[in-house]
């Protein structure tokens, strides 16, 4: 541990660029995010790349070969987690309104776009971050098309140091297939929503003026349907927020008639009745919140936490994200909604890749990100022990193309604070 | 002289002794004295019937029945030959000619009464509203009761807590005066506010509260009548408490609650029932209350979807079968039931009803007692209404046959003596193939619909010559038939003579319908005799399915509690044996492997890692590789509430408490079960700063609320500071109510407990001073009440607290005051004066790591229950949130990350720590000879992120186990499937269902507001 602190130490001093480092990651034990596992790894690292993974114990190294050699017996490495499908980095607190930029008017707004109201200063990421989630998709809400995402980094100077995939998706919210149910006080019939049809004709006459537009060679231009073109290019993806049945159902055949090269579900709290029908779809899902309650009265109890391994066991590519109440806040417990996962069927290392390269493979980023690859980024980090686990998640070290990154946070500013104030009385 | 003497005689004898004389225009109305039905089977009361009787009537009252009694001269003789006369029914929970208040509320608080005038200073409570006052003959109201059979009822106007008094009325009447058969009589009341626009009280608990306070008001209004300003409410209310108290309830818990204030003030309340006390049952036989048990059994859901059906919840499908069953599992364990209508709007809907009470095995003995000599009881009538011995009123329904046995229809209504006829005797049956004959020409007729309003299409066949062939053709039109009892009207357009004319036929219906004959006028402008005369054969009776037996072994049965997951049967308390396991005994011991405990009787007996003698009848398991710790104790939780967490009609509302509320249906104690919760601290919520008292439980799944209630448990009190309190973040229209800010918070506190100190002053020197004649008892106020409590140290508080400068007020105020804070819950920012906290001896119980959801949360930081710890705080981590309730033990771990706490004392902060702050600790919060058997079995070490709870255990009683939960899950797909299987058979064969209507997520958190929890984001 003392070794490690006098290389943090050493390091923050020498290694304020990437460019030309050489680094060598020793003796974790490496995750490697796509389910294979190095007990004893020596990641070696060049301008910022994974330029070899080799067995530690078996391998000699020559210390005069790299500029910095960190040791991290005893501790986990893992590719940087990913917290998709979040309002982190749009809201600071969620009862000011002036603290709220994640939702705007309208009920059609591809065009607008999260990248640039993220906060990279703002008291929230950072305290996700420490965690050992590294990345989050800044998500709009609301309407019938909130709005374009970007993935972004945890820390970073400005907007533009912490993208890491710019306008990589637009997100639908599919219409309700249920609709009534009046409000507590005047309960009224819940039916199936009679403008169902109508709200997906909604839809598709978008995405059909979308197109057409896309198609389009004239110079017209409009700033809505513009933002579209991705969508059909294969440049953007498209985020359908549905979890009923019925919602998937459609979902799946709206993607297959306007051929979406990208789509995604978000939800899907149906998705593990749909079997092999979703599979066969190529339609990746999302999955809600693990730590969430049952839906209906007699689902079992822990339905919720079992949602991923039904998933996992009928072959269906999904990730975890962490939508709902206190989202922002809350991301920093998804390595612990995905250690539930695996407390309920998954295995280890399918839990650690529901959070890491499924979810790169997911958003289109698993080129560079998402598993401790030769060829990848390293962005990754090391905890004290399983990061999935409340107790042992520590993270000591945390770095993003090779370069470390600062790894405190506010809270743990006050905790020193306060410690200290009680160590003086 | 004599004569008009006479006739006066004859008009008060024919009015049954109702003296008020209204002058007549011209000579006074005529009356028949007697009436005499011949050969009628009549139900005399509920327990004789006699056949073929002679029932003789006295203006408005029976005279005698019997097979064989002599007559007077001069009767008016009726023969009612295979006809059946029912007594009148006695409908006690109607609203029928009163008029329906209406809401007069705005967006904004309304803290004071809108009431002009000198009422009681809140509008929910109006025993001054009297419905003989407002009763006005409402004819079609009347007429829809009078068809289902009743001849009396009890209207009153249905709103409000103390709802006023009811009048008892004749049905059917068109004299107003005399229809008013009593002015007062009953009270009545309810725990709905009705269309107050007042806010308080704005939660069921405040209801309760509200409803107790005001009958101490009216106690001591009545012994300080001298001395108190006048109240129109509380005069009106002690004039009218001598009659019976109806009390109506909107679910079965209400009753025994309401129970409660029956007791307190010796109200013999009847209560008008919801329709789901068949799943409290053995709740009720223990108190035998009075019921009036309503007949609106839900109809089958619509289930043809399976993607809606799926979300309908298996207790409203349980509901669907269990509710016709609710009168009998009354009536068979012994309450005492009347029946109502209330709630069915059609008569046939009605009957259907009750002869379904008769096919799920009652007697029509007892239904008939239910809807008759049963009412007319509770309202004490009984020597006049109910039945139809000698001298009592002659109101009586009369039928074609026995109404209980099949359908029939009503064709005479008597009230008062005074004869209705409804329904022809003439028994129409129409329906089939007619020859009809006109004018020689012989057509075909088709009556179909129903005998009183049918349809008929005509039918004209004859031999045409097409092309020199002979060709049948048919020409056929609609019928437009109108029947006015014996009279028949037809009309149809139809080519005569190669005309298109119209053919108009009246006629009358002869030997009930096999022979119509009359006359026609023809297209040409001639009339005609007619004739239509019914083909036999055509009538094809459709059989109808074999209704299910009785059989009382295949009744359904309620769970405990009567939802998914619950139990078919209470659990039997057997001794428990847990061996091989890895103890985390949160005592000196710390963590013992190998080692076993027993429970017997609720209770922990032995704790050794010796062998130890296993009791006879034991439940043995054994927990190898399994840690088993004691259960948790979450000490915020709003799960298992009635009806609104918050009161937040008013600043401070001690007065009111979650333990009147606590309702053990709510799922989220089944799930709790299953992460290992065994207690918890049901609070009340933070929208007030001083909020109401603590309910502390048992998650005793399937108990009643009183069972669940820990007994002989400190008494707590929720108090509030910050955001809530001031409803900061409830938009602009709140900034009516005090406080708006801290500072206002601060001098409520002083406020409040200022009060209750010159309230306790006015007590002590009333009570220890001599009594004289003049001496006053000072008015009972159960607010103050409960500050006293809290100034003594008798109650102690939780409150809800972020940030540091109102924390240390509040430390300050109590100093002040002489009492101790004992929790601050939530105290987010307890790290920052955990040392102020020390010297004052108050706990701490907060979240592991949420912050950011308010402003006042900024500075909440997931190290600070360690930092609280590390001071020597007694520090618990609390949920507050149903789905973070569930996984405390994870929760708790937390702290082993944030600020390096040990894991013993990390896992002694969900259930040692709380213990202790609940003053619980000498008997839960550890695994020690003596204590409660309140245990969890875990798969893992409990902090783990793999740890699976295995077995949860509350007072030595399995509440769940895995392997429980596994059967409980096929038994319910299996239920479902059973009861989605008989919806589908009844959605074929009947129109009626009902859409679904999804209960909305009821899940309370600290700030939620009215009733029912709301989907906003909640912000604690």
Known sequence: MKRLLFFIAFIMCVMSSSFGQKTLLINGYLHVGNGDVMPTAAIGIIDGKIVSIKNAMTTRYEPSDWDTIIDVEGQHVYPGFVAPNSTLGLTEIDAVRATRDFQDVGEFNPHVRTQIAYNVESNVIETVLTNGVLFAQATPRGGIISGTSSVMFLAGWNWEDATILKDDGIHVNWPPATSGGGWWAEPAPKSINKDYANQKATIEGFFEMSFAYANNKEDDFDQRLEAMIGCFKGKKRVFFHADELQQLLDVIEFCEKYAIKYPVIIGGHDAYLLGARLKDSHIPIMLERVHKLPEFEDEPVDLPYQLPNLLQNQGVLFCLQNQGDMEAMNARNLPFQAGTAMAYGLTEEQAIQAISLSTCQILGIDEKYGSIEIGKSATLFVSQGNALDMRTNKVNLIMRDGKLIENTNFQEDLYLKYKKKYQKN | ?1020
């Open chain 2, 1 to 1020: 002289m004599t004569r008009l003497f006479f006739l006066l005689a004859f008009f008060l004898i024919a009015t049954g002794g109702f003296s008020q004389l209204i002058p007549s225009n011209g000579v006074a109305d005529s009356k028949v004295v007697y009436y005499a039905l011949h050969h009628v089977n009549v139900y005399v009361s509920s327990s004789e019937f006699i056949e073929n009787a002679t029932v003789l009537i006295k203006g408005d009252k029976i005279e005698k029945i019997g097979k064989l009694i002599s007559l007077p001269q001069g009767c008016v003789e009726i023969d009612m030959e295979g006809q059946t006369i029912v007594p009148s029914f006695i409908e006690l929970y109607t609203n029928i000619a009163l008029p329906i208040p209406n809401s007069a509320g705005g967006f904004r608080p309304q803290l004071e009464t809108a009431n002009k005038g000198a009422y009681y200073w809140n509008e929910s409570i109006h025993p001054e509203v009297d419905a003989a006052n407002l009763f006005q003959i409402d004819a079609k109201a009347n007429e829809n009761l009078i068809s289902m059979g009743f001849g009396f009822a009890v209207t009153h106007v249905q709103d409000g807590i103390v709802r006023g008094s009811g009048a008892l009325i004749s049905l059917g009447n068109e004299n107003v005066n005399k229809q008013l058969i009593s002015s007062h009589a009953g009270n009545f009341y309810s725990f709905s506010k009705g269309v107050s626009s007042q806010s308080y009280p704005s939660s069921q608990m405040g209801a309760i509260a509200l409803l107790r306070q005001s009958l101490y008001d009216l106690s001591y209004y009545q012994s300080n009548k001298l001395n108190q300003d006048n109240s129109i409410s509380m005069d009106s209310w002690a004039r009218n408490l001598h009659g019976p108290s109806f009390f109506k309830v909107d679910e079965k818990w209400e009753i025994l609650r309401a129970n409660k204030i029956s007791k307190e003030f010796g109200l013999d309340f009847i209560y008008i029932a919801s329709g789901n006390e068949y799943a409290n049952v053995h709740e009720l036989k223990k108190i035998l209350p009075k019921l009036i048990v309503p007949m609106n059994f839900p109809l089958a859901y619509d289930v043809q979807d399976p993607y809606l059906a799926r979300q309908i919840p298996l207790s409203d499908l349980k509901h669907w079968e269990l509710a016709p069953y609710n009168p009998k599992y009354l009536i068979d364990n012994g309450l005492t039931v009347a029946l109502t209508s209330a709630g069915i709007e059609s008569p046939k809907t009605f009957w259907k009803n009750i002869r379904k009470q008769v096919e799920v095995g009652l007697s029509v003995q007892q239904v008939l007692e239910a809807l008759t000599e049963i009412p007319a009881k509770m309202i004490g009538k009984d020597g006049s209404m109910g039945s139809l011995q000698d001298g009592k009123l002659a109101s009586f329904s009369v039928f074609d046959g026995n109404p209980f046995d099949a359908e029939v229809t009503l064709l005479e209504s008597w009230q008062l003596g005074e004869r209705r006829v409804l329904s022809s005797t003439q028994k129409n049956k129409l329906l089939g193939n007619f020859t009809l004959i006109i004018k020689g020409k012989k057509y075909e007729l088709q009556v179909s619909g129903t005998n009183d309003k049918p349809t008929g299409k005509v039918y004209f066949t004859q031999e045409k010559m097409v092309k020199k062939k002979a060709v049948i053709d048919t020409i056929s039109s609609d019928v437009t038939i109108t029947i006015n009892q014996a009279d028949i009207s037809m009309a149809f357009d139809f080519p005569n003579e190669n005309k298109t004319g119209g053919f108009q036929l009246h006629g009358k219906i002869k030997r009930e319908g096999q022979i119509i004959e009359g006359d026609a006028l023809l297209p040409d402008g001639n009339w005609s005799e007619w004739a239509a005369i019914k083909k036999q054969k055509t009538e094809t009776k459709v059989t109808e399915e074999k209704k299910q037996g009785n059989n009382t072994d295949e009744s359904p049965k309620s769970w405990l509690p009567n939802l998914a997951f619950g139990r078919n049967a209470e659990l039997q308390d057997f001794p428990l044996v847990i061996k091989n396991t890895t103890l985390w005994t949160n005592e000196a011991e710390g963590i013992m492997e190998n080692a076993t405990v027993v429970c017997f009787a609720g209770k922990i007996i032995i704790v050794s890692k010796n062998n130890v003698v296993i009791p006879p009848n034991a439940i043995v398991i054994d927990g190898k590789g399994m840690h088993l710790t004691s259960g948790i104790i979450d000490e915020h939780s709003h799960i298992a509430i009635s009806k609104g967490v918050n009161e937040g009609g008013q600043t401070v509302t001690a007065e009111v408490s979650i333990a009147d509320v606590v309702n053990p249906d709510d799922i989220n104690i089944y799930r709790q079960l299953a992460g290992g919760v065994t207690a918890a601290q049901l609070l009340h919520g933070s929208a007030n700063t001083i909020g109401g008292q603590s309910a502390l439980i048992k998650l005793k799944w399937g108990s009643s609320p009183d069972e669940m209630i820990i007994p002989n448990a400190p008494k707590f009190i929720k108090c509030a500071l910050g955001e809530n309190v001031k409803q900061s973040n409830w938009g602009d229209f709140n900034t009516v109510r005090f406080p708006q800010t801290r500072m206002g918070v601060e001098q409520v506190f002083y406020d409040g407990f200022v009060r209750a100190e010159a309230y306790k002053k006015e007590w002590n020197t009333f009570l220890t001073s001599k009594k004289t004649e003049n001496s006053i008892t000072p008015r009972k106020d159960l607010e103050l009440e409960v500050l006293c409590e809290i100034l003594s140290g008798e109650r102690k508080i939780t409150c809800h607290s972020y940030v540091q400068s109102e924390i240390n007020m509040l430390m300050k105020v109590a100093d002040s005051m002489g009492f101790t804070v004992n929790t601050f819950t939530h105290i987010l920012e307890g790290y920052k004066l955990a040392d102020k906290m020390k010297e004052h001896g108050v706990g701490a119980s907060t979240f592991s790591d949420w912050w950011a959801y308010k402003f006042e949360v900024n500075d909440a930081i997931p190290y600070n229950a360690a930092l609280m710890n590390q001071q020597g705080l007694v520090v618990a981590i609390n949920s507050d949130d149903a789905e973070m309730g569930r996984r405390l033990n994870q929760e708790a771990a937390k702290s082993v990350k944030y600020g390096g706490m040990s894991e013993i004392d990390a896992w002694k902060m969900v259930t040692l720590n709380p213990s202790k702050l609940l003053h619980l600790d000498d008997r839960m919060g550890s695994l020690r000879v003596g204590k409660d058997a309140d245990l969890v079995l875990w798969s893992d070490n409990p902090l783990s992120i793999n740890s699976i709870v295995q077995m949860t255990v509350v007072d030595g009683k399995i509440l769940f186990s895995i392997e429980e939960d596994k059967i409980l899950q096929t038994r319910n797909k299996l239920e479902r499937a059973r009861l989605t299987a008989m919806m589908l058979s009844q959605n074929k064969s009947s129109q009626e269902n009902q859409k679904f209507k999804p209960k909305r997520n009821k899940h309370f958190h600290c700030n939620t507001i009215g009733e029912e929890g709301s989907e906003l984001e909640n912000s604690h």
